[in-house]
């Protein structure tokens, strides 16, 4: 436990540090910040004294000192008005420095998105790293912000006001810095109570929103079985439970504020007492007796800030750590100087093998050449590397032996980017911009007319079912607006513009009908002609004029040849092909 | 919003009572001053220190029973916020229950789980804070005006100028600021937006090099956020500095104004401290009404989204259950011989869609055939099968099961006559048990087995540890995609349906397994739809319905459809090349 709780504060120091070079940028704001926040402070604590020594110039009938009264009223007057400028502006300055530093880290995490090698990405859940990069870092602005305008404030706050009381009445300030700290004690024994609670009322919700996910996610399936009643007595076992709970940690929770309202009432009680005592005795005035009370209801309060802010700080950190240790994430290796001319797309796989995790081999010994304008498929049961080989092909990731040239160079001696604009490629997975058609078709050729465009989407046959959407190529795609084989034609549209040299389809028609998937397919062979392109395709009846047809199991080829060619040795590859004719 | 108040009124007496005991608390708050008041007018020296004990035993009491009253307050208030909230999730997630396909169509799930979570939630926050404080700030606030009026009229005129000044300057800013916070919202909603689909479109963007129009199009995004950001921090800072100014100022005028009192005798030193006194507590309650109205402000806007989800009725009503003459007409049409499922002239069009969907569509299929549905993407093929179990509604024609509209069976009977394998195998978290007995609780292990066996996934089962109780993780995640379709059929096949409808449900089994798949279903006593994209899962059906675009551009058997539809034969030959060749060949002998 002890142990956790080191490592803890470890990384969250380490956090601190490493947020310290973007703080430090700010560090004439920050000055400044400070500067005004003392200036407020003492100016807000000051005030009360002034009006506490007006209101000693009256001490009763016909003995008032109308003049000294007015002077008094004056200065507090302007004090207040400088205070208020000094706290607005200080609020301006942290505002500015809080939003800045969170909007250069988030601007550092989307460049650092595209430079992370995709192994990291594939291996870490999208939905955790976009919570680092926008929840983990508002919390973080929110903490820094809090930080900024009350940390300061909260201690400079407790430091002048000791001073000033114990100015006043050294015994009256004693008794108030002897007891307070019995709020503390009231507030931790509440909240070492309520932290259970609300740990199990985390735990009760945790669970009723995944019953909600599962079973309003599938409303349908619930409803064709007819479920509906069994799973709302079901959901209310857990709302019942949920409401005991939460109603109990509400309650003790909620006991805090009363609680030390209640000490401090009592602290309030003996300060007046005690005063009221010394007046008599001219240990205090009665106006110095009502700032002593405005303090001593005052003084909680920043101990309280100041709490809340440690512990909003620590949260905030803790956020911190978590992006930074995306942030610190190895980026791909460097990029190599060589950039393609032309490319005449002879493509050359040697001794390449490959594995994701060190102890499960999948690609070994890979040897395939492919001629200009050759078209090599690629198939074979789930599972058994053909994805891989598109992954090692365009670079996104690195093959562990062995190397692949194009026209006779390694593509590790070529940037990534020349390598990548050679292909184009079509994957199974449809990703599509939150954007307008336009811009989804000229995703990698952003400058393409609208002709250019038309001409691209009527040849992925897209170009019908565009012209009936709501606004034409100016509709923004939602992600429900079109169906998944619509997807598929526009992602077929998007590389059909940029006529790359080669081409990479991975079951890029898997969605589209088998009628449709034909034209699709003759589209591609226009396009292709004399350039050399890579399919993986599920069904067989794409591949048939394939010019190299390799037929993978287990990250080893198994055959290769033509489809006649491999009809005809009776392996593998023509059983799998007849078991789709294969009739009961 | 009305339809919330149902809820709340369960809980009326903890609705009254939270805040009257907050008040009687504020009450107690607002005597202190007074009685420092008479502590320090009593001087000391004259009235001997007994009675100073005596003030000071008053304000021990007055916190003692202070604390009393609101430890009672925030009981019920705790009471009423959490038990509302928990009715009203109840009654929405019941109330969802009950939507029809349209419904949950046009809601969409991920709408309707933010409604059940995390607005409830928020209602239930505001709620509780509002019960609290919406009645005891304002409470305190008038109440030092009140008080400032029975110690002294002429002083409590600054109270009574400067408390509409304070709430008219606090609702202005808040007015200005409540809609930028909406906006910052959507500005981040944004930037979350297009971080999602960096992470998610990374590979097409580094394949179409990308990156750098993609950072680009984030930072434009990110600096919109932050300006809108520093801009709503630049209205909202004005509301502490104002307020405070204002208050202080407020403060001085009194001072002004009770040294005349004083010195007319009217007023006491004691009572001046008093006034200072209330004067303060205005803003401290102030600020807290602000923070409040700001929750309140986002737990409305939360409740009225509630409200509109139980304000959404379910379009499809039910026959009820026990109708005789249904019942009667029943046995009578299946003695006629009547189709197990017709379909007359049936068009039907979603909700909200321009087009229909399905064009006066007519077949019949009588007890123990198979049917298979082919088409492109997008023809309407799941459509007409949803169309059985009446998910949805037609606009036109009637679909009929044993000669009984499907709008004059009760929901219990469609549900019992009619098993559904959707398009997503969809599995819920429990043993494989549960998720077998989801259409019918009272099955018996053995029927299950017989289903597992049917559907091809006895094997699959009998691998796992401890069979039938092997636990299904939520979304069935630690199963494969054919295991788990192989797993959804048979969950359809436990109820023993006279209709079994499979939507594209064997994608992903391999050729052969599906072939035994088919034939064992077909050694079953019930009448089958397949849907499918395959020509072979449909070719021995004794009926095959071809779609395109909405309309039946054929029916009939294999054989018929290859010699008479032309839709029909382009599907066939994109599937089977070769034959094309040879057909074309023996045309040409």
Known sequence: MKNVKTKQEASTASALRKLSPFIGRYWVGLAASIVLAGAMVVLQLYVPILFGDAIDLMVGEGRVSFDGIASYTGRIIMLVCISAICTYFMNLINNRIAFGIVREIRSKAIEHVQRVPLSYLDSHSTGDIVSRITTDTDVLSDGLLLGFTQLFSGIITVIVTLFFMFSKNVTVSLLVVVLTPLSFVVARFISSRSFNLFKKQSEIRGRQTGFIDEIVGNQKVVKAFGYEDRASSRFRKINDELVDCSQQAIFYSSLT?????????????????????????????????????????????????????????????????????????KEESPEAPLVFGSVKGAVDIKDVSFRYEKDRPLIEGLNVHAEPGMKIAIVGPTGCGKTTIINLLMRFYDVDNGTISIDGTPITDITRHSLRRSYGMVLQDTWLKGDTVRENIRFGKPDASDEEIIEAAKASHCWEFIQRLPNGLDTILSDDGISQGQKQLLCIARVMLCHPPMLILDEATSSIDTRTEILIQQAFDTLMKGRTSFIVAHRLSTIRNASLILVMKDGHIMEQGTHDELLSRGGFYEKLYNSQFQQV | MHNLAIYLRKFRKECVLAPLFKLLEALFDLLVPLVVAKMIDSNAVVMGKKYMFIYFGTLIAMAIIGLAFSIVAQFFSAKASCGFAGSLRQALFDHIQGFSFAELDRLGSDTLITRLSDDVNQVQ????????????????????????????????????????????????????????????????????????????????????????????????????????????????????????????????????????????????????????????????ELIKLAALIITLNKSLACAKRVSGILDVKPSMEYASPFIEDAKEGKSQANGNGSPAVEFSNVTFTYPGAGAPSLLDIGFKAYEGQTIGVIG???????????????????????????????????????????????????????????????????????????????????????????????????????????????????????????????????????????????????????????????????????????????????????????????????IYYSQFPEERNANAKESMA
């Open chain 1, 257 to 329: 504020n009363p609680s030390t309202r209640f000490v401090n009432s009592l602290v309030y009680a003996c300060v007046a007492l005690v005063g009221i005592l010394l007046v008599p005795g001219g240990g205090l005035t009665v106006g110095g007796l009502s700032v002593l009370l405005a303090y001593a209801n005052q003084y909680m309060k920043p101990f309280n800030d100041i709490s809340s802010v440690v512990t909003e700080m620590q949260n905030a950190l803790a956020c911190a750590s978590r992006l930074f240790s995306f942030l610190e994430e």
């Open chain 2, 125 to 284: 926050t505001g709620l509780n804070m509002g019960l609290r404080l919406l009645l005891r700030s304002p409470f305190i606030v008038f109440g030092a005006m009140v008080m400032a009026f029975t110690i002294d009229t002429t002083c409590a005129l600054v109270f009574a100028v400067a408390i509409p000044v304070l709430l008219a300057v606090t609702f202005l800013i808040m007015k200005v600021s409540i809609p930028l916070f909406g906006r910052v919202q959507s500005g981040l909603d944004r930037v979350t937006a297009l971080t999602r689909e960096n992470l998610t479109g990374v590979r097409v963007i580094r394949a179409f090099c990308q990156e750098k129009e993609a950072v680009e199009e984030f930072e434009r995004s990110n600096k919109a956020l932050t300006r809108l950001n520093v801009f709503v921090g630049k209205v909202s800072a004005l509301l502490n500095p104002l307020t405070y100014v204002l208050i202080n100022i407020a403060a001085a005028v009194l001072i002004d104004k009770a040294a005349v009192r004083v010195e007319l005798g009217a007023l006491q030193q004691g009572e001046v401290v008093a006034l200072y006194n209330y004067m303060l507590q205005i803003i401290v």
């Open chain 2, 376 to 570: 492109g993407t997008g023809s309407g093929k799941s459509t007409l099968v949803s169309l059985i179990p009446r998910f949805y509604d037609v606009d036109n024609g009637t679909v009929s099961l044993n000669g009984i509209d499907v709008r004059n069976i009760s929901k219990a009977e469609l549900c019992n006559e009619t098993g559904f394998v959707p398009q997503k195998a969809v599995l819920f978290k429990g043993s494989i048990r549960d998720n077998m007995k989801l259409g019918n609780e009272q099955t018996t292990d053995a029927d299950i087995w017989e289903a597992l066996e049917t559907a091809q996934a006895k094997e699959i089962v009998e691998k796992k540890p401890g069979m039938l109780d092997f636990e299904v993780e939520q979304g069935g995640k630690n199963l494969s995609g054919g295991q788990k379709q192989r797993l959804t059929i048979a969950r359809a096949l436990v109820k023993k349906p006279r209709i079994l409808i499979l939507d594209d449900s064997s994608s992903a089994l391999d050729f052969a397994t599906d072939a035994a798949l088919r034939k064992a279903i077909h050694a079953l006593p019930v009448t089958t739809f397949i849907v499918s994209q395959r020509i072979a899962c449909v070719m021995q059906a004794d009926l095959i319905l071809v779609l395109d675009n909405g309309t039946l551009a054929g029916k009939g058997t294999h054989e018929e459809l290859m010699s008479s539809c032309p839709v029909y034969q382009d």
